[in-house]
């Protein structure tokens, strides 16, 4: 099929969108704002509800943070160790607090990516209501895959910061540096890891075609390293690299999958 077929194929699904949005379109402003209120309240209740949990579970939630410290060897710790320190009397429950939070908004991910698919589903057409179930899936997957990620390279992404410093300067961890540290990489990742899909779901709406995304391969390479430095709060080649690495595996992953789709669509239909 030419590519002014499928320009022409685009533009007449954007027509059908606009008629059908402008038909669901009934709902007033106020209406908008509650719904999105209500959407609100539940990814609240939600992240709530998981801290809360997460409060009485802190000590082991803690170990399992810190294991990736505690890795490295001893010659880079120094004399305290991988133990945290805190300047202030109130630093313990600020730090709990803080790990209970970070813990909150990373297993509460698929209630809160569900409401914000739910907010936007009333604007989208039936066909593309029916990738709800595959979008909210696909999304837990990633920003999971993508949380994992940030703890895999936790480690080597100290052991290469702290050895900068090592016989030069002496480390002694502060409890709430560290947690920001760590909470920065969780976020960071599992939020990176989503925008395969968004790019995947721009292609299914007609936004960007299969060809543009082919020749802007080198394009994508330089863009996703670029974002890799900036996302990663330790901006080290390690982490850089295993962060850069998944996201352009996902990015050739899109194509094929449009590719794919485009291929169905074109498929004449055959009936009994």
């Not at 007033?28 to 949990?53: G, N, P, Q, W």
């Not at 993508?146 to 936790?154: D, E, S």
């Not at 709430?176 to 709406?205: C, K, Q, R, S």
């Amino acid at each position: 099929m030419s590519e002014s077929s499928n320009l022409r194929r685009r533009r007449l699904g954007f027509v059908k969108r606009r008629r059908s949005r402008a038909q669901t379109q009934a709902m007033t402003m106020v209406e908008h704002l509650v719904e999105l209120r209500k959407r609100l309240v539940f990814s609240l209740a939600a992240f709530v509800a998981i801290s809360v949990a997460a409060f009485f579970f802190f000590e082991p939630i803690l170990d399992f943070l810190l294991s990736p410290l505690c890795t490295l060897p001893k010659s880079l710790l120094g004399p305290q160790g991988c133990a945290l320190s805190g300047f202030g009397p109130a630093e313990p429950f600020v730090v709990r607090l803080k790990v209970t939070a970070m813990v909150g908004v990373v297993f509460s991910a698929p209630v809160w990516l569900y409401q914000v698919w739910a907010f936007v589903t009333p604007g989208l057409t039936p066909g593309e209501k029916k990738y709800a179930l595959p979008f909210i899936a696909s999304s837990i997957l990633l920003f999971a895959t993508g949380v994992t990620f940030a703890y895999l390279t936790l480690a080597p992404g100290l052991r290469f910061l702290i050895g900068l410093g090592e016989g030069l300067i002496t480390p002694f961890f502060r409890a709430d540096a560290y947690l920001n540290f760590v909470g920065l990489m969780f976020i960071g990742f599992g939020l990176t890891f989503e925008l395969p899909l968004l790019l995947f779901f721009l292609g299914l709406a007609g936004a960007v075609s299969v060809q543009q995304l082919a020749r802007n391969r080198r394009g994508a390479f330089v863009g996703i390293v670029a974002l890799a430095a900036v996302v990663t709060p330790s901006q080290d080649p390690y982490t850089m690299l295993l962060m850069s690495g998944p996201l352009y595996l996902l990015f050739e992953l899109d194509i094929a999958l449009l590719k794919l789709v485009r291929r169905r669509k074109s498929e004449p239909s055959t009936g009994l």
